[in-house]
């Protein structure tokens, strides 16, 4: 009988998403311990600008209608005891501004599976969970700079060696502090050619969240298997709110040189978000010292209006590789590689 409720539920929580009211996920299934929620948001916008040329060679950087990262999610949840609740998730993302599928453009609508995985949680002994989930060291330590919708973001992200064959566990709160460590698996097997056989990439640190302040200290080894360099990257992030709509945060990254396959840097990073009434703003700044390629200065900028709890419009401004300032830096000069984003997005 569960069963089949739980089917019905989700047909009919899937035929009617956009009818839905509720905030960032609807509740179609809740009994006897076990939960499951739907949500995602439909996000379309307007972008260009950028970089006129990439190497050599001229680009087109002028505006284009775009998705912006649509998605569709579940959340499931399973009282085991008064401690422990087993959970799963998935999310899918799907183009949400143009036609898809055989009689579209070609594509299967549903483009990525971009999380999906389960795990066991307990307030006594922490939460481990396994599959493919955003970087532990992007939710505990380089976080309080992910804040915006597209581009402007020069810590280590959500992608960095994790997505897949991935397992980590972090502990409850102790007093303040969350200690992390997740592993991400890769492996040659079924290859002809196989090259290290298997090899897992490690990342670890703590964040210390109380009051004002948050402050995480991580590493991550980056290995070649996942776009690194195989050197370790370690970051010291942190923010703090001075009031209920203002907050600063300031972070330092470093990743060594490798004589063989280069890579090393120093990023810092400046930055701050404030807010008043349906209003936000955000700004950043980055300066980021290469070992053996060229230096640059990145900035973003981005405003945020939210029209209701379901819908808010948005304005997005980044520039990778900004002019250093000086006496004949022009107007040109600081404007002429900008990107922008704007565009809305309807959450449910």
Known sequence: MKKTLLATAIVSAIAALGATSSVQAATVYDQDGTKLDVYGRIA????????EFSGTQEIDNGAEFVDVYSRLGLRMSHAISSDLTAFGRVEWRFDGDERTGPSGN???GFKEVRQSYIGLQSDQFGTFQAGNFDAF?????????????????????????????SIGYYTPDLSGFTVFLQGKHYSSRGEFEPNDGSE????????????????????????EEGNGNDEVRYGLIGSYDFTDQF????????RDDNDVLGGGFDTAGLGGTFTTGPWAFAVDYYNIDRDNNDDSNAWAAGSYYKVSSN??????????DAPTVNRDTTLGDLTDEVYWLTGARYHF
Do not use: C, K, W
């Not at 992910?146 to 960095?160: K, L, M, N, Q, S």
């Not at 907050?247 to 330092?252: C, N, V």
């Not at 819908?311 to 990778?320: S, Y």
């Open 44 to 51: 379309m916008g307007i972008r260009g600008g950028g970089p």
């Open 106 to 108: 070609g594509n299967t």
């Open 137 to 165: 060291y992007n939710q505990f330590v380089s976080l309080p700079f992910d804040v915006y919708i597209d581009r402007g973001f020069e810590f280590a992200g959500h992608p960095t060696q994790s997505r897949g064959d």
């Open 200 to 223: 897992v990439a490690a990342q670890g640190g703590v964040r210390y969240a109380q009051g004002p302040v948050t402050v995480g200290l991580g590493f991550i080894d980056d290995i």
């Open 247 to 254: 907050s600063a945060r300031l972070g330092y990254e470093t």
């Open 311 to 320: 819908f808010d419009v948005f304005l997005e401004l980044a520039d990778g």
